[in-house]
């Protein structure tokens, strides 16, 4: 940088003092640009899961609620494209089919040879808690699923920052070596080396910031979608229970 301020080839725009910069520098735009491919690439697609995912959700509730009986959901849950909610009210209904099932085997060997018919099989108070929890672990796993790659929007905008910084420290240590190295202090010879170490901050901000703000409003969506999931969940149970299955 200082030997080409010496001749003469002063940068005049940020592109100029990436074009010049250093290895350094240059190696750590290029691994922020990568990140910031990553990121982008990171908030479609999670924009994308989301959105499909609530609609679908939003379309399901809508015909579960115009007649919410256990045979029409059943029918809508089979007919219905793959989403969270059919698989949670699938999930729900073949668990309460099968404890009904062992329910019932059980009341028959207890009861006596002696003609008494066995009353109908319900659930006991702890399977009806395990279907609440089955529940909360299939709600849980539609979560982790849609949110599976939030981390990576977290880990870049705290990081990249970080690496910003790295690289701007490490251009201006060489800027102020190179001027130890050809004696000269002027601001000429000085500017142009701590610009080109800025850069490499600018570039993380510019890396964070959206990554950043794509994390919070995702992790927002995906907390309302969870609570709906919960809200369906409680639905689930209480058609069940209205129906006489638990």
């Not at 029918?75 to 089919?97: C, E, G, I, Q």
């Amino acid at each position: 940088m200082l030997l080409q301020v010496s001749r003469g080839a002063v940068p005049t725009s940020p592109l100029d003092l990436v074009l010049n910069a250093t290895t350094v520098t240059q190696s750590v735009l290029i691994l922020l640009a990568l990140l910031s491919l990553l990121s982008w690439a990171i908030i479609f697609g999670v924009w994308r899961s989301l959105s499909r995912a609530r609609k679908l959700a939003d379309k399901f509730w809508e015909e579960f609620e115009r007649d919410p009986s256990l045979d029409h959901a059943s029918v809508l849950a089979k007919r219905s494209k793959p989403s969270a909610l059919p698989r949670l009210f699938m999930r729900a209904t073949h668990f309460v089919a099968d404890a009904r099932v062992a329910s019932q085997q059980l009341r028959e060997r207890a009861t006596p040879a002696a003609g008494d018919a066995p009353t109908a099989a319900t659930l006991s108070g702890s399977q009806i808690e395990t279907l609440h929890l089955l529940l909360d672990s299939e709600a849980s796993d539609e979560r982790d699923r849609l949110g599976r790659f939030l981390p990576w929007l977290a880990t870049i905008g705290s990081v990249s920052p970080l690496i910003g910084l790295l690289g701007t420290v490490l251009g201006v240590i060489e800027a102020f070596l190179g001027i130890a190295t050809k004696g000269s202090g002027n601001l000429a010879a000085v500017a142009p080396g701590v610009g080109e170490a800025l850069t490499a901050t600018a570039a993380a901000l510019s890396v964070a910031i959206p990554a950043t703000f794509g994390y919070n409003i995702f992790a927002s969506r995906l907390n309302r979608f969870d609570a709906r999931l919960e809200r369906f969940g409680t639905a689930i149970v209480a058609l069940l229970v209205r129906e006489g299955r638990i």
